[in-house]
């Protein structure tokens, strides 16, 4: 199955800056990343996910950058706003089993 | 409104007893997967299914059982043998699993407690 690591855990940062949250895997045969924002309470809801034939993907603050080679991808949060706050999770496809498998999470805190 | 419908979205379960736990999708999604959440944790697969009638187990099945009857449909069952019940559980659906749709939508969850 798939080995998923997040960081970090925590991460507290001022509005208005950047915020980055990298996740490994061991899934050489992935070719789906997404990254999930969960608010408390509520099920996770997908924010932005990339495919392995390309690098980099941009929704406005939001972007994703994936290194294949490496294993692992990185969720790119931009002048960071006091609704940014939340949990969110890395969820690489596990090719085997064809469903999502989910990192232990980083609670992102912006201090307005 | 399209999405994935969890119900109830609390309950709470006397020990030795099994509960039910219901998830229904009117999106036309051929799989459908329950997932497990602790505080402060990330989700852990209970079950998937691919495809109606066909189901398989993830890394935590024990304790737990499902059905696949009806596409729009998969219920868990959390049955008096899971040790440690108490949790949130969240359903969620996507088109198929072979990578080439693989978006999944989530349910609201239900969070179930043991008294």
């Known amino acids: 199955g798939e080995n998923v690591e997040q960081h970090p855990s925590t991460l507290s940062v001022q509005e208005g800056d950047s915020a980055v949250i990298k996740c490994t895997y061991s899934?050489?045969?992935?070719?789906?990343f997404p990254w999930y924002k969960q608010e408390l309470g509520k099920g996770p809801q997908l924010i932005i996910d990339i495919r392995s034939n390309v690098g980099e993907k941009k929704d406005q603050r939001i972007a994703v950058t994936l290194n294949k080679t490496a294993k692992h991808f990185s969720l790119h949060i931009t002048e960071t706003q006091p609704e940014d706050s939340a949990v969110y999770f890395c969820?690489?496809?596990?090719?085997?089993?064809?469903?999502?498998?989910f990192g232990s999470g980083t609670r992102l805190q912006v201090q307005p | 409104d399209g999405g994935i419908t969890q119900s109830p979205k609390y309950l709470f379960r006397k020990e030795g007893q099994n509960v039910t736990l219901s998830c229904e999708q009117n999106?036309?999604?051929?799989?459908m997967y329950w997932y497990r959440q602790d505080p402060g944790q990330g989700l852990r697969l209970i079950y998937y299914s691919q495809i109606v009638n066909d189901f398989q187990k993830g890394d935590i099945a024990e304790g737990y059982s499902v059905s696949r009857e009806k596409k729009e449909s998969f219920p868990l069952t959390v049955t008096s043998a899971q040790k440690n019940p108490t949790a949130f559980y969240l359903c969620?659906?996507?088109?198929?699993?072979?990578?080439?749709?693989?978006?999944?939508?989530f349910g609201q969850g239900t969070r179930l407690t043991v008294v």
């Open positions: 969820a690489p496809l596990d090719t085997g089993r064809r469903a999502l498998t």
């Open positions: 899934d050489s045969a992935s070719n789906y």
């Open positions: 969620a659906s996507s088109r198929d699993g072979t990578g080439q749709d693989t978006e999944a939508f």
């Open positions: 999106l036309n999604h051929d799989a």
